[in-house]
């Protein structure tokens, strides 16, 4: 069985910062890649970030320059630090992964991640 679990989560002022991580475990848990995605109340899920195991990083144009994904591969865990934090970033955050290799075109495609987490909230106060 693979496990995502998600940690990091809080209240925070604006203008602060969090940083989020999440873990993967599994006997059979392989991944390409890992990113994270976030849904706000009354919203869908949107595309936060990725980093591939080659070494590539995306970002959504919402969070760029404000937030910096970084993984380990042989641990299985990814990160998010968010700087700059605004309440609209205000949501629950998943942690996903990708068997398959990640592109610039397919990085942001919620569907083609194979594994998600539970998810974490995060909550910005203006």
């Known amino acids: 069985q693979v496990q995502l679990v998600e940690s990091g989560g809080g209240l925070v002022q604006a203008g602060g910062s969090l940083r989020l991580s999440c873990a993967a475990s599994?006997?059979?848990?392989?991944?390409?890649?890992m990113g994270w995605f976030r849904q706000a109340p009354g919203k869908g899920r949107v595309f936060v970030a990725a980093v591939s195991w080659s070494g590539n990083t995306y970002y959504s144009e919402s969070v760029k320059d404000r937030f910096t994904i970084s993984g380990d591969n042989a641990e299985n865990t990814v990160y998010l630090q968010m700087n700059s934090l605004r309440p609209e970033d205000t949501a629950v955050y998943y942690c996903?992964?990708?068997?398959?290799?990640?592109?610039?075109?397919?990085?942001?495609?919620?569907?083609?991640?194979?594994?998600w987490g539970q998810g974490t909230q995060v909550t910005v106060s203006s």
């Open positions: 599994g006997r059979t848990f392989s991944s390409s890649a």
């Open positions: 996903a992964a990708k068997k398959d290799a990640l592109y610039s075109t397919t990085a942001p495609l919620r569907s083609l991640y194979d594994y």
